[in-house]
Structure formats: C-alpha cells, structure tokens
Nanobody, 115 residues
Framework: QVQVVESGGGLVQPGGSLRLSCAASGRIFGINTMGWYRQAPGNQRELVAQITAGGLIKYQDSVKGRATISRDNAKNTVHLQMYSLKPEDTAVYYC?????????WGQGTQVTVSS
C-alpha cells in the first residue's frame, strides 16, 4: 500500500508565492515520475508540472517561468514552488506518484489566489 500526502496549500494574494509538498510512503519500489496536477471548478484536471527520477521536467505552458518542481528521491518527496501567482491558478492541486504500472494520487490541497 502506498500513501500520498500533500501539504502547503492555502490563501495567497496575487503576485505572491507558495510551496506545495508531497510525500509518498509505503510499499514503494522506485518511483519513476512524480507530478502535480490541478483542477478548477468546471475544468478538467490538468498537468502543472512533473519530474522523473532522472530529473527530466515538464511544465504546462501556463506556469512556465512561474513554477519550479523538484524532488528528493531518497525521501520520496516532490515540491512545487510557485510564484507570481494569478487568480487563474486557483484550483485543487493533486500530487501524482507513478512507478512501474502503478499510479497513486493524493487527496488534493486547495490553492486560492485572491486579494
């Protein structure tokens, strides 16, 4: 069994920043990809950023230049640092952990960007 827990969401003013964290634990046999997705009301869940075990990174166009994803393979954690936040960044952010044929999701953490 694998557990995925996110933290770091909350309220932030436009132009501000925050850091999301995700930790995976349990029966893990080598995580391939860790990533962050988000879903706003009325929208589909979309990829924000992902990083492979080898450090290959992909960002969605809407956050390029405003986000940095990083991971600690030894701790099975992934972080998403976001800055210059915009109201349209408001969403529930979900951590995704994938290894082999298995994929796990966290419960989500709310990010609200508002003045």
């Amino acid at each position: 069994q694998v557990q995925v827990v996110e933290s770091g969401g909350g309220l932030v003013q436009p132009g501000g920043s925050l850091r999301l964290s995700c930790a995976a634990s349990g029966r893990i046999f080598g995580i391939n990809t860790m990533g962050w997705y988000r879903q706003a009301p009325g929208n589909q869940r979309e990829l924000v950023a992902q990083i492979t075990a080898g450090g290959l990174i992909k960002y969605q166009d809407s956050v390029k230049g405003r986000a940095t994803i990083s991971r600690d393979n030894a701790k099975n954690t992934v972080h998403l640092q976001m800055y210059s936040l915009k109201p349209e960044d408001t969403a529930v952010y979900y951590c995704n952990v994938a290894f082999g044929l298995y994929q796990y999701w966290g419960q989500g953490t709310q990010v609200t960007v508002s003045s």
